[in-house]
Every structure is written in structure tokens, then in C-alpha cells.
């Protein structure tokens, strides 16, 4: 395969992956943020999203679509993105549907970005039940000790756990911290700085998106 998607007429990316080497993903979580990791993900060759999953059938059947008809350019395949309110349903249904047609034998990474507060249960499943290799968003769990049982879950089944960094070590935040310390010649000594703290992701979600979200 060589497609490309195109904004206009300038190819955006191609590719010569076939389903049976490309890198399975599952989105767990179909809120705001998903939309920019799937669109992250098509901007990168060898990747394919093969299911979707939120509490919220309706929600995870639409994103669905949109993956669908997305990596439909990317990738020319026919729908392998299918959609459910359980990480098991879809693995189970992928089993068949997406690893057995395309005799894909590369294991699952799942993306977990459901709200905060059950980051700890779902990465557990993830691990323990699913033995998905993970990348979840910030925090992994509430406490040291949950983190801990994560990373041994994942040295015992062999499998890969990241998570999203935190925004102060960030390229742009690393950097200007370089140029305070390090590089006054720039622009010479700070005189005074301003702080915001925003921990919105670690509360419910129905305060983030009713008050904070508003503003």
C-alpha cells in the first residue's frame, strides 16, 4: 500500500504498512482529549486504532465512526475499529475480527485516558487481565503504592508501561528554565514571575465541565 491522506492536494503521509505489521491500539476513554491522540496517532506511520471504549456506547460508537472512516485513507482497510463499553468486549471481538483476518501477532497498546480517578483500576485490568502493553495519561495511580503494584504487574507479564509526562518538563518549561539559570546574557536576571496552578483533571467530571471549563 502506498496511501496517503492529502489536505488539498499535498499528501500528508504515506505509508507502506499492511495490517498484518502495524501496531494494534485501544482507546479507552472517548471524551475531549481523544480526539487528540487519535489525530496524533494518524500523523505517525504504523499505527492502527482497532477499538474504542467509554461507558457511554453512543459516545464510543460515533468515535468509532470517525476512526473508521479516518484510517480508511490512511490505511485503505475496510472498518477494523470496532467499539463497546468494555475493554474486554472489544479485545474479545478483536480477536477474532482484526488478529486472526490480518495474522497481526504484535500485542495490544492501550491508551488509557479516562477521568483520573479511575486511572488505578483500569491500568490494573489493563496489565493483570488484559496483558496490554500501556500508556495511560497522568497520574498512573492515586499513590505510591498503587504505582508500585503497576510497575510490578507489568515486569511479570513482560510488558511495556508509560505515562504522559508532566506539563513542567515539558521541551518549553526545560527551556526556559535553562535560559533563568543558566543563560542571564539572554535577557538578564528576572525581576518578578507569575504562577498558575491548575489541577482540574483530578476532580469529577461534572465540576470540571459545569465550573472550571466555563471560564
Not at 195 to 205: A, K, V
Request: with cysteine; hydrophobic share 35%.
Amino acid at each position: 500500500l502506498d496511501v496517503g491522506m492529502k489536505v488539498g492536494t499535498k499528501p500528508l503521509l504515506t505509508t507502506n504498512h499492511t495490517p498484518k505489521n502495524l501496531q494494534p491500539i485501544l482507546i479507552v476513554g472517548c471524551g475531549e482529549i481523544s480526539d487528540y491522540y487519535f489525530n496524533s496517532l494518524l500523523m505517525k506511520p504504523g499505527y492502527v486504532v482497532i477499538g474504542v471504549v467509554d461507558v457511554d456506547a453512543e459516545k464510543s460508537k460515533s468515535f468509532s465512526s470517525k476512526v473508521n472512516a479516518m484510517q480508511l485513507q490512511k490505511y485503505s482497510n475496510d472498518g477494523v475499529c470496532v467499539f463497546g463499553t468494555s475493554i474486554a468486549e472489544v479485545l474479545k471481538e478483536q480477536c477474532f475480527s482484526f488478529f486472526k483476518r490480518y495474522k497481526c501477532s504484535k500485542k495490544t497498546i492501550a491508551v488509557n485516558l479516562t477521568p483520573a480517578e479511575y486511572h488505578f483500576e483500569i491500568n490494573k485490568e489493563i496489565l493483570g487481565e488484559h496483558k496490554c502493553h500501556l500508556f495511560t495519561e497522568k497520574p498512573m495511580a492515586d499513590t505510591v503504592e498503587q504505582g508500585a503494584q503497576l510497575l510490578e504487574l507489568a515486569q511479570q507479564n513482560n510488558l511495556k508501561l508509560s505515562v504522559a509526562p508532566v506539563t513542567c518538563m515539558g521541551e518549553s518549561q526545560r527551556t526556559m528554565q535553562y535560559i533563568v539559570n543558566e543563560r542571564k546574557d539572554i535577557f538578564g536576571a528576572p525581576k518578578y514571575g507569575t504562577c498558575n496552578l491548575f489541577c482540574g483533571s483530578m476532580y469529577p467530571y461534572d465540576f470540571r465541565m459545569n465550573l472550571w471549563k466555563k471560564h
